[in-house]
């Protein structure tokens, strides 16, 4: 059974950092593996999605790397800004059909 | 552009009632599904659809049903509500394809007394 995991669970760091959030998943047969930003009572938006065959995707100043081998991704923020605060999510699809299997999320603030 | 639409954002109930969250997507998405959300956890796929007429379970469909009669809708069916099922509820959309992300509405906010 697939399982997604997120650590840290929080993370506070000072703004213009440079950041690493990780995510771990147990089984290498994905279809693909997407991040997500959740901001307070608010619902989910995607920010990047890395399919199976690819290693790496980037927006702006987010980038996503995925290592099937190693069962690992890991969402890099470049220059961080207090509005990146937010809680970070990352997702596995197993196969075309099905839907997402998440992990439990990194909450991360940028203080000012 | 309207994306996902869930209604109610909020709702309040008493132990055995019934209700149905609604959810509709206007981009023509095959895929839609829902989704709960608790504190401290993941979301939770409840049930999911491939198409208009086909809908699966998902990890934790027991005292939920669905229905797909149309393309842009994707009702959500609460039994009889139990304390257990209060959480926030999300309704998603996505096209076939691996490099199609999901679009999630707002989440409705479900509280069980």
């Known amino acids: 059974k697939q399982e997604v995991t997120q650590i840290p669970a929080a993370l506070s760091v000072p703004e213009g950092e440079n950041l690493v959030l990780n995510c771990s998943f147990t089984?290498?047969?994905?279809?693909?593996l997407q991040w997500f930003r959740q901001d307070p009572g608010k619902g989910l938006t995607s920010l990047l999605l890395?399919?199976?065959s690819q290693r790496e995707q980037t927006s702006g100043r987010l980038n996503a790397s995925l290592d099937k081998s190693s069962g690992r991704s890991t969402l890099y923020i470049a220059a961080s800004q207090p509005g990146d605060s937010a809680t970070y999510l990352c997702?596995?699809?197993?196969?075309?059909?099905?839907?997402?299997?998440w992990g439990a999320g990194t909450k991360l603030i940028i203080k000012p | 552009n309207a994306g996902v639409t869930q209604t109610p954002k909020f709702q309040v109930l008493k132990t055995g009632q019934s209700m149905t969250l609604q959810c509709a997507q206007d981009?023509?998405?095959?895929?839609m599904s829902w989704y709960r959300q608790d504190p401290g956890m993941g979301l939770r796929l409840i049930h999911y659809s491939v198409g208009a007429g086909i809908t699966d379970q998902g990890e934790v469909p027991n005292g939920y049903n669905v229905s797909r009669s149309t393309t842009e809708d994707f009702p959500l069916r609460l039994l009889s509500a139990a304390p257990s099922q209060t959480s926030v509820y999300f309704c998603?959309?996505?096209?076939?394809?691996?490099?199609?992300?999901?679009?999630f509405g707002d989440g409705t906010r479900l509280s069980i007394l």
């Open positions: 890395i399919q199976s």
């Open positions: 089984d290498s047969a994905i279809y693909n």
């Open positions: 981009m023509n998405h095959e895929y």
């Open positions: 998603a959309s996505r096209s076939p394809g691996s490099n199609q992300p999901q679009h």
């Open positions: 997702a596995v699809m197993p196969d075309s059909n099905y839907q997402l299997i």
